[in-house]
């Protein structure tokens, strides 16, 4: 008895470090396998030739398996730790992955942007706050701060408004996808066709001549004058902001709508039963049902309107009083090579969305998480 | 205050209703996933990894430059000969967004072997900024023998010759359609008084002098800059205007503001210009020489550089020598006589592209035979001096070549020379300014206010 | 309510949603139809007189543009013997595919990263969680010009530099902070009910993930699927910085912009391009169209 108990003691014994062992083992041999078979796909993803197509399925599979293993073996090795330490870690295991590529591709760029704006044109001779006293004292930044403001409220609202607008009525309408699909269209055309599109909405050709230009054929036909539309100081910002609208109404639309599919039908169904106009039922169930995703969107135009760059650039140049910081920054960095004009006015940027991030951190902040 | 969740819950989202067996199910799929993934992921590559990278690059020259499409076309037509010589191959890049691209490229330490730059500014920054190598001797040789001086101190930072100019463009050309002045029986003026004399009989006639436009995207304002350049160097002469570029001269000097006094005589005033300031603003480069095409012509002259006969309407380009006549903008002051003002491509070498192949490339550019072909295709000029002018595909360009090549008073573009903040900012904005009505003396100190920064 | 009224009531509802629509839309699609309009008219006709007017000269329409845009444009060459040679330009087929290839993975690989961290953020408690939750939203105001440089000299030190690999990494990068936050808020409107009671039932965190989140949110990420896929599909800057220039790799949007010529004189050959270039992205908006549904969650919502 005594005998057999020792020895299965003993085989306990011996067995819990061979487990343990094995176990950490285990642990550092998958991460290296895992490793490894990443690398390869790395370098042969970045040093083959092969045909496009096989290089293309190797890529889906090595980026989206490649993910999908790394999480695996990251949370298979976090849950092997003592809880305590498992619910502290696991959520690295989500975000980690989203942390360290924008910490590589944006947050450390920023770090270099905001050093680099304390130094001169070519970033060697420390300035102190000059780029930042040029930045909020030369004529054209200042010009740009109130053209900004204008396109943070208009571009936003209307993008927005109009958004929200055509998807509680698709919703309601048998034509849904046609309606959807034409406000979207924009969306999809390049830049470089949406530029041409509105040059012939606001081309002019002098009077008396068959004018190219729809709202100047408009114009003309209503027995007035033809305009140059984009020189006509100070509304010529809100013809550029409506080219915004035009294009950023179909990105509100579709994520508005998609929320809107999201409001369970019995409550809207629940809210018709008791009578309730179709407004009120908008008012009441749907609005504050989608609330959230409306502020996401409005967050995001906002800031896209915040640095909206390439419809002035290429429409205007920044000419005529339509300037932005985003141009100007452009144009600093790429065209002047001012390095340290170029980054304050990043900078600026990133502190005039300071407003934006509190709202955004103060929902956030809200939250209830597991 | 929560509805019985597993029974009401969707099916197919959730078909489950034990966690364990999610777990399970789950934990197996999971593992035959990776061991998929990884077997593709591992496996494929070692299957498919037959052809490493070996680049050679010691065959090969990269060369990158604003020029696309058409004109990359001729200028790999134009090279042939090299490569059929040499045996290295060139791969041309091009891109509309050059400027931008080169810089990005140049400070992210990825630069091509040769670059052309169509502004002497980027040449300064890259030199600046120790990224190009110095002209060598056999190089050196080469340019003082094909080119004028003045082509040598324009591809010089600091001293030290960098660039070697290929293609070029003269800018101080006046354009007409030539069957309408025939019948109308104008003639080409010969100074500036006879210009004034001729606007004013075409403004008799019923007729507007000028087609102009100045819009051009993200580069609106050049084509003004072009005129003052033009009139600066012909009230105030050469040697003013060398000190303009330097701002020795200040734009606020008496001898600037008058060239853009003589500009607002013809610009401002609504009958020598078609569609007045409002058409001048907002018509686009390409289009402003289109009204001298329409029938009747609703304008009848256009300044622009020789680039501009690819603007023109193809029935027009098919007949060049026969429907446009060309002039040299004429002369304001008799003893500054008639200069040509232009600008051109010059190519760079870059430190990290320095090889062999790279320098005798370059040693091809500044002959000759690198130009010819192009010039015998049409739509280019060369400054070499020992050039031959018949090889022109049309009597305009020979024209014009010989124009360029014989002007006593050739000037680069000021406002490339100049630093960029000023020349490709406060000036492009100033001339949109100036012709939208500002005062004149609001926008010289603001166009100046450009060289303190 | 007698059911008479009940539908005419309907009916009048029907009209007026959709003439209010069909105002909307016809306000939106006028400048798209002067562009496709233009894209098959010859080049001097379009500065002669206005699209709109079009109409009566039908007869002049081309499809000569679209020849030239997806076959390539026509030049003559002045041979070496004094031989006037007629060549073509590169076709589109290789931007095409090249395109394809540059977008599929972009769009793929930074969905599943962005709606981990999503979730992440949305439900799950750690350190640092607010201060990570910031400077996902800060960034995203950042301007991508800013990175460029650092950038692509890390991918010189790395060798990935005119490697779609390259690229792939770039579109991720920066699509990110959006993704993120996008689909955060989304993630975020799950009914907690459904995750406590999975939590409950010994599912893990990854387990939840998989399971319950990734298949809620499918109109979210089909949503944020068609957005990525249309900013890399248009993406000129990027693509110019990292892939770079070279006929081999050029993208659609290369290929579009350097046919208009050196100083934008070809609108028509640009009005044509914009349309071929337009093809594929609606074609992806109508196929993930269908993700966006009703009732997903709809079963599991607080009654």
Known sequence: MKGDSSARKGSTFLSVPVVAIGRIAASVFVPIVAFVVLWAGFIFLRDSEASRGVIGIVAVVWGVGGVIGLFVIANWLVEKLPVLWRTRIQPFVFVGPALVILGWYLFLPTVRTLYLSFFDARGQEFVGLANYIYAFTNSAMIESFVNNLQWIVIGTGGSVGFGLLIALLADRSRYERVFKAIIFMPMAISFVGAGVIWRFVYAFRPAGEAQIGILNAVTTALGASPQAWLTIRPWNTFFLIVILIWLQTGYAMVLISSAIKGVPSQLIEAGRIDGASEFRVIRSIVIPHIMSTIVTVATTILILSLKIFDIVFTMTNGLYGTEVMASLQYKQMFRFFHYGRGSSIAIVLLIAVIPVMWYNLKRFTEREAF | ?453 | ?303
Not at chain 2, 243 to 260: G, L, M, Q, Y
Not at chain 2, 280 to 303: E, G, K, N, V, Y
């Open chain 3, 1 to 303: 309510m007698p059911a008479e009224t009940k539908k005419a009531k309907k009916l009048y509802e029907a009209v007026f949603v959709n003439s209010l629509l069909i105002l909307i839309t016809i306000a939106w699609i006028m400048p798209a139809l002067g562009l496709f309009v233009t894209s098959f008219r010859p080049r001097d006709d379009i500065f002669a007189s206005g699209w709109w007017t079009a109409g009566s000269q039908i007869e002049r329409f081309t499809l000569d543009n679209y020849r030239q845009v997806l076959g390539g444009r026509d030049f003559t060459f002045v041979g070496a013997d004094g031989e006037t040679v007629r060549a073509s330009g590169d076709n589109l087929s290789r931007a095409f595919q090249n395109s394809l290839t540059v977008t599929i993975p972009a769009v793929i690989i930074p969905i599943f990263i962005a709606a981990a961290a999503a979730y992440g953020f949305a439900w799950l408690n750690f350190a640092g969680r607010k201060i990570f939750f910031t400077i996902v939203v800060a960034l995203l105001v950042v301007p991508l010009q800013i990175a460029l440089i650092p950038i692509l000299q890390d991918y010189q030190a790395l060798g990935l530099t005119g490697t779609y690999l390259a690229i792939w990494l770039a579109h991720t990068g920066f699509g990110l902070p959006l993704a993120t936050y996008l689909l955060y808020n989304y993630i975020s409107t799950i009914p907690k009910d459904i995750l406590e009671s999975a939590f409950l039932d010994g599912a893990g965190r990854f387990t939840v993930f998989i399971r319950l989140i990734l298949p809620l949110s499918v109109p979210a990420l089909a949503a944020f699927a068609i957005f990525q896929f249309l900013w890399v599909w248009n993406d000129l800057l990027i693509a110019l910085v990292f892939l770079g220039a070279n006929a081999d790799v050029a993208v659609l949007t290369q290929r579009l912009q350097s046919m208009v010529g050196s100083r934008g004189q070809d609108w028509h050959l640009l009005t044509s391009g914009a349309f071929v270039s337009m093809v594929i992205p609606l074609i992806v908006f109508f196929a993930l169209q269908r993700f966006f549904i009703r009732g997903l969650m709809s079963g599991s919502v607080k009654g």
């Open chain 2, 1 to 453: 205050m929560s509805s019985p969740l597993p029974a009401e819950t969707d099916t197919n989202t959730l078909n489950s209703k034990k966690g364990e067996k999610v777990k399970q199910i789950h934990g197996k799929r999971i593992v035959s996933a990776i061991a998929v993934v990884f077997f593709l992921a591992f496996v494929a590559p070692i299957i498919l990894a037959g052809g490493k990278k070996e680049a050679e690059p010691s065959r090969v020259v990269e060369v990158f430059g604003a020029f696309v499409d058409e004109e990359a076309r001729r200028f790999e037509e134009a090279i042939q000969p090299f490569i059929d010589r040499t045996g290295i191959e060139i791969q041309y890049q091009g891109s509309p967004d050059f400027e931008t691209l080169i810089f990005v490229r140049a400070e992210g330490g990825n630069p091509p072997n040769i670059t052309a730059l169509p502004q002497p500014g980027l040449m300064k920054n890259l030199a600046g900024g120790g990224h190009l190598t110095p002209l060598w001797p056999e190089a050196l040789a080469e340019i003082d023998r094909n080119y004028a001086p003045v082509w040598k101190d324009l591809g010089s930072f600091e001293g030290t010759p960098y660039g070697i100019f290929h293609r070029v463009n003269a800018k101080s050309l006046v354009w007409y359609p030539r069957k309408a002045w025939e019948a109308q029986g104008y003639e080409p003026p010969e100074t500036w008084d006879e210009m004034f004399a001729l606007m004013d009989e075409m403004v008799a006639n019923g007729h507007t002098p000028w087609a102009a436009g100045m819009e051009s995207g993200g580069a609106t304002g050049w084509y003004g800059t072009d005129w003052i350049e033009d009139i600066v160097l012909r009230t105030a002469g050469p040697d003013v205007y060398d000190r303009w570029v330097e701002n020795e001269v200040p734009f606020t000097d008496p001898r600037i503001r008058e060239a853009f006094e003589i500009l607002g005589e013809i610009w401002l005033n609504p009958d020598y210009v078609y569609g007045g300031t409002q058409s001048l603003l907002t018509t686009s480069i390409p289009d402003a020489p289109l009204p001298m095409f329409q029938d009747p012509p609703r304008a009848w002259m256009h300044r622009q550089g020789n680039f501009v006969t690819g603007f023109f309407p193809d029935r027009i380009q098919d007949n060049l020598d026969e429907e446009v006549g060309v002039f040299a903008l004429p002369s304001i002051n008799p003893e500054w006589g008639t200069p040509m003002m232009g600008g051109g491509d010059q190519f760079v070498m870059f430190n990290q592209g320095d090889t062999p192949e790279a320098r005798s490339f370059m040693e091809f550019l500044a002959t000759w035979e690198s130009g010819e072909a192009w010039a015998r295709s049409g739509g280019a000029l060369f400054p070499y001096v020992n050039q031959d002018l018949s090889a022109y595909s049309s009597e305009l360009e020979r024209l014009t070549a010989q124009a360029l090549v014989e002007a006593e008073v050739f000037r680069f573009d000021a406002s490339d020379l100049m630093p960029a903040a000023v020349g490709a900012g406060t000036f492009w904005a100033g001339m949109v300014d100036f012709v939208g009505g500002q005062d004149l003396d609001t926008v010289l100190r603001q166009i100046e206010s450009g060289w303190e920064q």
